[in-house]
T-cell receptor, first 121, second 114 residues
Framework: GAVVSQHPSRVICKSGTSVKIECRSL??????MFWYRQFPKQSLMLMAT?????????EQGVEKDKFLINHASLTLSTLTVTSAHPEDSSFYIC?????????????????FGPGTRLTVL | AQSVSQHNHHVILSEAASLELGCNYS??????LFWYVQYPGQHLQLLLK??????LVKGIKGFEAEFIKSKFSFNLRKPSVQWSDTAEYFC????????????FGTGTLLAVQP
């Protein structure tokens, strides 16, 4: 099956620094990728939709200047947490849909990355 | 707005017991429905999905789910669980059409005791 990777798997940073998380589709192309955030014992909350060649679409309540998303190519999306604070500590997961539509249809299967554990001290 | 609710947050079963995890969604239109599983230390994997057709859907590892439109439900079942089924299970929905944004339920942590 399709594989999505994330790097790094864990990161610890000081408050006020920025952290970049990469999401790659290893064996398929994805014009769309999704970024989720998962708090302990809670579900995945969709943060934003990353669109190759255009601006990301953010969910209500997500600060776009705080969580910068860049979809640099058909296989890479990055999430940068700017000026991170302890409340940004969380598990960040990306997903990428596959299918002949390039991920445009709701019936495309989504594949998830292994997640990145961010701890802000 | 769409929402998904999973009523069982934590389920403990003995091996060979039957499993049913509840999932209800809130959305007025046509939806696609999914169950994902997250084994300890691993990423989310698709168990099964429903798009249309037969409301009883069979997935991997002996799991199945039944879509009952009138109840807005998509419950997950397995007749006989194994210790290896210990994992967290997430129900998810997206609106049929051009968007493939997934809305997840809160998850159910299943612990199977040998």
């Amino acid at each position: 099956g399709a594989v999505v990777s994330q790097h790094p798997s864990r990161v610890i940073c000081k408050s006020g620094t920025s952290v970049k998380i990469e999401c790659r589709s290893l064996d398929f192309q994805a014009t769309t990728m999704f970024w989720y955030r998962q708090f302990p014992k809670q579900s995945l909350m969709l943060m934003a939709t990353s669109n190759e060649g255009s601006k990301a679409t953010y969910e209500q309540g997500v600060e776009k200047d705080k969580f910068l998303i860049n979809h640099a190519s058909l296989t890479l999306s990055t999430l940068t947490v700017t000026s991170a604070h302890p409340e940004d500590s969380s598990f960040y997961i990306c997903s990428a849909p596959t299918g002949t539509s390039g991920g445009a249809l709701s019936t495309d299967t989504q594949y998830f990355g292994p997640g990145t554990r961010l701890t802000v001290l | 707005a769409q929402s998904v609710s999973q009523h069982n947050h934590h389920v403990i079963l003995s091996e060979a017991a039957s499993l049913e995890l509840g999932c209800n969604y809130s959305y007025g239109g046509t939806v696609n429905l999914f169950w994902y599983v997250q084994y300890p230390g691993q990423h989310l994997q698709l168990l099964l999905k429903y798009f249309s057709g037969d409301p009883l859907v069979k997935g991997i590892k002996g799991f199945e789910a039944e879509f009952i439109k009138s109840k807005f439900s998509f419950n997950l079942r397995k007749p006989s669980v194994q210790w290896s089924d210990t994992a967290e299970y997430f129900c998810a929905v997206n609106a049929y059409g051009a968007t493939n944004k997934l809305i997840f339920g809160t998850g159910t942590l299943l612990a199977v005791q040998p």
